[in-house]
């Protein structure tokens, strides 16, 4: 599996584009590049390479299903459905958005145009509810979607 390549993948959540370069992710999607993306991590030991969970909020952000976490302006999420953490596994970590042009819903061609591999399962790929978001602070939680 190339680290640069871009997949086109049923996430845990909808439809989306995956890759370890933030580049190639911005490109294909028409966006700044100064604009972060989601982190998906296959395990909580792995997501706590890139930050540290403060203490209240470690078992929420171990156990939450298809949910997205802010912290230190940082958006992470580890990955527990079984069908879509077997593809993160080979890359560790990756980053994550969904497959559609910045700021439009999800379009086939132009996400099978976008990607470099299509990575499909029995699912198939479909929009679906995109992740719930919660904003972490010292002590507090957020829910922001």
Known sequence: MSEEAVYLIQTDTTVGFLSRSSARLAEAKSRPPQKPFLKVCDSFKTLNRFIRVP???KNLVRRAQ????VYKDQAL???HDPIH???VRRLEWCYSTSANASGTRYDAEF???CADVVVTDGRGLSERTPSRIIRLGHTRAKRLR
């Open 55 to 57: 203490n209240a909020h």
């Open 66 to 69: 298809a949910c997205t976490f």
């Open 77 to 79: 999420r580890v990955v």
């Open 85 to 87: 953490l077997r593809f």
């Open 111 to 113: 996400a099978h145009a």
